[in-house]
């Protein structure tokens, strides 16, 4: 008798992807997704830093232009440059993108500082080591940056880290 069926050493040809070839593809892919979005996030929250580094500078030359009319730098950001108490005119103390917030503070006589920190609620408050950036004019007209993980830890020796140059 003819048997029409193949015999048992013609090799089987392969349709597809067998379940374990699947699961080790997507294990790879777990462990390179694991390795590349927090350092994708990373390079995002850098690059939003500038932000805050275009603000901070607009501020600066906004308080050398007030400086140059007045016998000392404006004490607000926001209010009108002839309310009281006198201002820089600012629309809003929050960077164009909503991640920064900035705040002014007198550092003496003839100086000031302006702080830029991280809001809340955005993914620029994970950005720890980078939370505070600022910059500060004390008398005579040196300038320092600084950056820190809140105001309160400012290293105005150290601009490298976060002020990328």
Known sequence: MLSLRPPACVARTGRGFS???IVIAMAIAAILAT???PTFMDS???SRRTDAFHLIAAVQQLQERWRSNHTAYASSLTHAATGTPPGLGMASARTADGYYELALSDTGAAGYAVIATAVSGTS???DTRCLVLGAQVEAGGSLSQGSGASSASIDWSDANR???R
């Open 35 to 37: 390795i590349a979005i």
């Open 162 to 164: 976060c002020w990328a």
């Open 44 to 46: 995002i929250r850098k």
């Open 19 to 21: 379940l374990i070839e």
């Open 124 to 126: 620029q408050a994970l």
